[in-house]
């Protein structure tokens, strides 16, 4: 559950009632293998019951154009190595105006919801689990 619990803050990745697909040509841009890293923190009370502290996350998340998505990541909480090669898979939508949501499969409610930048180059998200803030930063894609 810890690691499932740090998927959740990173990209911690994704907010669908239903997955909208995505079309390949979308002008978004949206599609490919994104690197990012992700920090904040989880705090007392907190919904996934995970120990209150500093969280950080690095690794990649690839959207495959359609709605799905799958992310691959270290985990780190306190300073401490949580798991090393974290591997989630969720859906994601993606809204005319290139907002997005994300979802991990077998997780009930949002993770993220974000933004698409510069022709889907960059994605800025942030967490939406109550009691954990964590905010991304250098998300750029790496594969088309």
């Keep these: 559950m810890k690691g499932f ?3 959740l803050v990173t990209v911690s990745v994704i907010l669908a009632v239903s997955v909208v697909a ?6 978004c841009g949206l599609k490919g ?3 990012f890293t992700g920090f904040g923190n989880t705090f007392e009370g907190n919904l996934l019951r995970f120990p209150a502290g500093v969280v950080s996350t690095n ?6 154009g359609n709605g799905n998505a799958f992310i691959r990541e270290a985990e780190v909480v306190n300073g401490m190595l949580l798991n090393a090669a ?8 993606l809204n005319p ?10 997780v009930p409610g949002p993770i993220f919801v974000g933004v698409v930048a510069d022709h889907g180059k960059q994605i800025r998200a ?4 109550p009691g954990v803030q964590v905010n991304y930063t ?3 894609r790496v594969h088309p």
């Design 126 to 129: 942030m967490s939406t689990i």
């Design 5 to 7: 619990a740090v998927a």
């Design 86 to 93: 974290a591997e989630y898979t969720g859906t994601y939508t």
């Design 97 to 106: 105006d290139c907002t997005f949501a994300a979802m991990l499969n077998g």
């Design 59 to 64: 690794g990649t998340i690839t959207l495959d």
């Design 22 to 27: 995505v079309a390949e040509d979308n002008h």
């Design 33 to 35: 293998t994104y690197a």
């Design 138 to 140: 250098n998300t750029v």
